[in-house]
């Protein structure tokens, strides 16, 4: 390969953007066969990849990426299942950048490659051409094992478990398994089929999969154990909205995040009337957050029909937390992005509905507690934005149902379950947990890799307690 190109990555074709903000198709198409081939030329093999330091869940990315470079594109998905079964969902939402791909050794000098497109490529191949169903080995030590979600925390555990021999049953409160997979991400960013393949499989590892069950609600988790299962793992996420607390939040047209993407995605409130979730949505809409479910929520307003839509944060484009590529992509679709401003309260119409939002500018101070430079309200800086419709992107907390009903289960302040962090058990015997409602809400493969570490912690717990040496 020529030396110049080796540092130079091959681009990914997206969606035209004329085109993609009326539709609410995958922006992102992902790599051809001869673009996949591109990119794995450029991979040097390293005999020590940091890469795979770097992935929270070990996937052997030099030896992956060798199979696509062999054309053997099938292997090369199985060889990633081998330690992630979502890698479909993997390649197109887990920030590469700062993980797998931020100690790639090309980077130092250009582009480091691009693992999750290459990642996304074999996986989209294998589903393709028809999933393989790798055969389980019998085991001498099994137990009955409950997941309490079915997130990405859950889907890792399961599948871990069931690879092992246990019999393992999860349990979904909503009518389709995924969790944030379904109700979190818009289909232009993960298409929904994807996530139900990912979840498919898992089925047919032999996982039994029950939706519409909230335990806490129809189970406790001492009816769990009292039912027979040896070992409980809670991966419930943060689905609990987080508010500013400030005037007018209760105003018609002012949602919260996970309000308005449950309904755009879950429910398919973008297909209204074809399905019966309709969602109004304004000519004026401010999204306030920076992370990734601000992006989202944006993207899916303008979609929806508004003329106008803003992200309101109040720091600086340096500290957005969503990723740079998703900021690229709201960007060229027309988000405005007001930054440095804060809401001060929402002002609302004699009907009760929200018709302006009132903010106050900011300046950066000193960097808090997070690492980021701590915003500082500019005193008499008040001014007000015509806004019809809002929607409150600033985070998410877990629910707090299990944990209300789980005698024994501890807690941080945040309403977060304490665990062990090397495998995941937490301060009720036989309990584990992992993801969002440990860490509170982070990313797809964080929680991934926190499923692991739960799922080898739950699996030493039931052979000690069968007996097993």
């Known amino acids: 390969m020529d030396k110049q190109k080796r540092f ?112 996304r490529f074999a996986s989209d191949y294998e589903r393709n051409q028809g999933v393989t169903i790798p055969k389980l080995e019998a085991a001498s030590v099994t137990g ?141 809409v401010a999204v306030i957050g920076g992370g990734n479910v601000a992006m989202d929520s944006a993207r899916c307003s303008l979609r929806l029909g508004a003329d106008e839509v803003y992200i309101v944060y109040r720091r600086s484009k340096e500290e957005l937390p969503a990723r740079a590529e998703e900021v690229e992509n709201a960007e060229e679709e027309g988000i405005i992005f007001r930054l440095l401003n804060n809401p001060t309260k929402f002002i609302g119409d004699e009907s009760g509905w929200v018709k302006g939002m009132e903010c106050i500018k900011m300046k950066l101070g000193e960097p808090d507690a997070s690492g980021r430079r701590r915003p500082i309200p500019i005193e008499g800086s008040e001014f007000v934005m015509d806004v019809d419709t809002a929607i409150i992107a600033i985070g998410q907390t877990p629910n707090p149902l299990i944990q209300r009903t789980t005698e024994g289960l501890e807690t941080t302040k945040w309403g977060t379950i304490i665990v062990n962090e090397e495998n995941g058990a937490a301060t009720k015997d036989g309990v584990f947990a992992g993801g969002d409602v440990v860490s509170g809400a982070a990313t797809v493969i964080s929680a991934m890799g926190a499923g692991k570490r739960a799922a080898r912690g739950m699996h030493e717990y039931i052979q000690k307690k069968k007996g097993s040496k």
Do not use: W
């Open 8 to 119: 130079i990555e091959i681009e990914m074709d997206k969606q035209d953007v004329q085109e993609r903000i009326h539709n609410f198709y995958e922006v992102a198409l992902g790599y051809n066969e001869e673009q996949a081939l591109a990119e794995a030329e450029r991979c040097l093999q390293c005999p020590k990849p940091r890469c795979v330091q770097g992935c929270p869940v070990g996937v052997p990315i030099p030896e992956f990426i060798k199979l696509i470079k062999d054309k053997d594109y099938k292997a090369a998905s199985l060889k990633i299942k081998e330690k992630n079964s979502l890698p479909a969902v993997c390649g197109r939402v887990c920030p590469q950048e700062n993980q797998c791909q931020e100690t790639c050794v090309l980077g130092k000098k250009g582009d480091p490659i691009s693992i999750g497109r290459l990642e």
């Open 144 to 284: 009955k094992v409950a997941i309490v979600g079915s997130g990405p925390a859950g889907l890792t555990v399961a599948a871990d478990l069931v690879k092992l021999g246990h019999e393992v049953v999860m349990f979904e409160s909503l009518h389709l398994a995924g969790g944030v997979l379904m109700y979190g991400i818009p289909e232009f960013r993960l298409p929904k089929e994807i996530v139900q393949a990912e979840v498919s499989y898992i089925k047919q590892l032999g996982v039994d999969v029950k939706t519409n069950y909230t335990i806490g609600r129809i189970f406790t988790i001492d009816e769990l154990f009292a039912d027979g299962f040896d070992a409980v793992f809670v991966g419930s996420g943060a689905g609990l909205p987080r508010f500013m607390r400030i005037p007018g939040e209760n105003l018609g047209g002012v949602y919260s995040a996970n309000e308005f993407l449950i309904r755009v995605n879950l429910m398919k409130g973008y297909l209204f009337p074809e399905y019966d979730t309709p969602i109004r949505i304004g000519k004026k």
